[in-house]
């Protein structure tokens, strides 16, 4: 578990790459900077109130726990003996707080893409915390620390297709299934993209100006390092090394290699090129999509699941220029497109209780419910956070963006040219 917690920290200095690579040349360190202020801020505040947040035992209306009961990590490392205290999965709970930090930095520094060349890095900043604080660790709570769009007894799925008794241990009878965070990260952080696209506005000269990749080896180096980040993320959450573990692996390697061929064969049919900015936006794009369905489908289904993704998001990408929304390195279109198809496909294609596999439609209902929920919450409250930080400023001036954010943010540039 350490190994795979270890694995989904190098997913943000990967994205860091990614990204880095897709922007432009006077931009490059801002964006890269954006991935690891991500890394600073929630890091610190999960240690702080996220942890208890997220997972505590005294849960608020079926939204978030109280983030005073385990503050500063207070009595969730050590007993009053100075034993460590078991987490749920029988290992030290200290190393399930070491994994899941992991996974709301890598949500927070998602978002920065929709954001790319035009953003104030302090107001950045101050973002990441407060909708960490209101957006990130509430949603895992409500998926995974038994709230609101969990299989608990008071859950929406519960109220759809009421409850079972095991024992005394009361759960909704059609649990959802988010394997690893197609709903707390991906929809979560391609919906919170899409809106403040939509409030912060577009790029100076977008629509006109041709916005280029910089470095593509860096965007290729960024989308190998995901990669090999994403098996702690996908194959670590089955807590254990055990077949749901090897499981996971397999899934992720057949759905990203399928989602290369899916978006690359829409390149070439559209466009008459296959490109390495498609192969590795294609590698993304089958990572998202399987990220919930990891432990739920067989290789033959993720491969479905993984060639449909990178069809999809190779056309949604293409949105922003007609709907006139700038997300800059297409978080929406990948993120919340593949997140989408990924966490509802599992009523699908889920072998257990996919409609394709004769599991009737109740899976698919509750996917499709938790996945509606997601975007709700996140979009209304990314907005409200949007709007309540525009005193501090979004935008950069035109000048500092036209001459290149690096210079007016950080004082550097990537690459001094004689």
Known sequence: ??????????????????????SRSKSVLNMMMMSFGAMTVVTIIYFLWGWSMAYGTQDIAGIFANPFEFFGLRDSITDADGNYIAGAFGYPNVIDIAFQVTFAIITVALISGSLAERVKFTTWLVFAGVWATLVYFPLSHMVWGGGLLSGAENSFASWIFGTVDDGGDISAAVHPIDFAGGTVVHINAGM??????????????????????HNL???????????????????????AADGVAGLAWVNTTAATAAAIAGWLIVEKIRDGHATSLGAASGIVAGLVAITPAAGALSPIGAMILGVIAGALSALAVGLKFRFGYDDSLDVVGVHLVSGLWGTVAIGFLGTETGLFYGGGIDQLIVQIVIALVALIYTGVLTAVIAFALKPLGWRVDTEAEESGIDGAEHAETAYELS
Do not use: C, D, H, Q
């Open 1 to 22: 578990m350490l190994m795979a917690a270890s694995l989904v920290l190098l997913m943000t200095p990967g994205l860091a790459f990614f990204y880095g690579g897709m």
């Open 192 to 213: 919170a993209g899409l809106v403040l696209a939509l409030i912060i506005g577009k790029r100076v000269g977008f629509g006109k100006t041709a916005y280029r990749p």
């Open 217 to 239: 080896p860096f965007v290729m180096l960024g989308a190998a390092l995901l990669w090999f980040g994403w098996f702690g993320f996908n194959a670590g959450s089955a807590f």
